[in-house]
């Protein structure tokens, strides 16, 4: 587990999120209930291709802050950084190995000596530097897909980062002479569920907010389905065979965030450096 004080410290490095950028403006094709709310249980759109459709701005389903206090301790809720709140994120963007108990975590030797600095003196990321994959995606900033049919981007309010998913067909290069913050991505369709295949991320990013690390041979794969129009089904698995012993999944939910956007993201004015330990 990472120590609560970090768990504040952390919170209070990450930019705040909101809810809505265009004000009163009602997504066209948006279904609706009666009272003119967006119809979240509504089935699932489709693209003109007849792919399912995954565009929209989603936002990973959070934990509860019951569930994070029961996970890390009271202190967890005591938070001054309005729209960073513990219950605004995945408990898997504090400890991505929260399914697996402490001693049982498939860390090698390498892995678990970095993790152990990184929780012990204080060794943090650095800020303005892109957090990864998947944390990126797991934390209260919201991100937004845009479909096409050979291409889907994924844009972060995090870090104002992208990923490109290429689906025209084309393979991993075999070879990727300069690795990438996030990686490079390429995708295809497994009846209604988009399958990704991740590789040649640098190792710089971190798995998590806690610290787990990752090589430049991690491979991630991904799969995604939504399951009606307000609910995104995710599965990633990471192998990283430098780092970690066997592969390991985890499993989340993106809900909708209907009639939304989301908003320009950039670090200035940074002067905390100074103070971190640095990798």
């Known amino acids: 587990m990472?120590?609560?004080?970090?768990?504040?410290?952390?919170?209070?490095?990450?930019?705040?999120?909101?809810?809505?950028?265009w004000l009163n403006f009602p997504t066209p094709g948006t279904p609706r209930t009666p009272d003119g709310k967006p119809d979240l249980a509504a089935p699932a759109p489709r693209a003109a291709d007849g792919k399912p459709d995954l565009s929209g701005v989603w936002h990973v389903h959070p934990a509860s802050i019951a569930e994070m206090k029961r996970l890390f301790g009271d202190s967890i809720g005591i938070t001054s950084v309005p729209g960073m709140e513990p219950d605004t994120i995945s408990k898997y963007a504090l400890n991505i190995f929260m399914d697996f108990k402490p001693e049982e975590a498939p860390m090698r030797p390498g892995?678990?000596?970095?993790?152990?600095?990184?929780?012990?003196?204080?060794?943090?990321?650095?800020?303005?530097?892109?957090?990864?994959i998947p944390a990126t995606g797991l934390v209260s900033e919201p991100n937004k897909i845009v479909q096409s049919p050979k291409l889907?981007?994924?844009?972060?309010?995090?870090?104002?980062?992208?990923?490109?998913?290429?689906?025209?067909?084309?393979?991993?290069?075999?070879?990727?002479?300069?690795?990438a913050w996030l990686g490079y991505s390429v995708g295809?369709?497994?009846?209604?569920?988009?399958?990704?295949?991740?590789?040649?991320?640098?190792?710089r990013t971190w798995l998590d907010l806690g610290g787990h690390p990752h090589s430049e041979a991690l491979r991630v794969l991904e799969r995604y389905h939504r399951r009606d129009f307000g609910h995104l089904d995710v599965e990633m698995t990471f192998d990283d065979p430098q780092m970690y012993t066997k592969p390991f999944t985890i499993k989340f939910t993106q809900d909708l965030w209907?009639?939304?956007?989301?908003?320009?993201?950039?670090?200035?004015n940074e002067r905390d450096r100074a103070h971190f330990v640095q990798k």
């Open 2 to 21: 990472i120590p609560h004080q970090r768990l504040l410290f952390l919170f209070a490095l990450l930019s705040t999120g909101a809810h809505a950028q």
């Open 111 to 132: 892995a678990a000596e970095i993790y152990r600095r990184r929780a012990t003196e204080r060794e943090l990321r650095g800020v303005c530097l892109p957090l990864g």
């Open 152 to 179: 889907i981007v994924i844009l972060y309010e995090s870090d104002d980062t992208h990923r490109q998913i290429y689906t025209d067909g084309r393979a991993l290069p075999a070879e990727i002479a300069q690795p």
């Open 188 to 203: 295809h369709w497994e009846g209604d569920t988009l399958v990704v295949e991740s590789a040649g991320f640098n190792d």
């Open 258 to 268: 209907a009639d939304s956007d989301i908003f320009e993201n950039v670090c200035e």
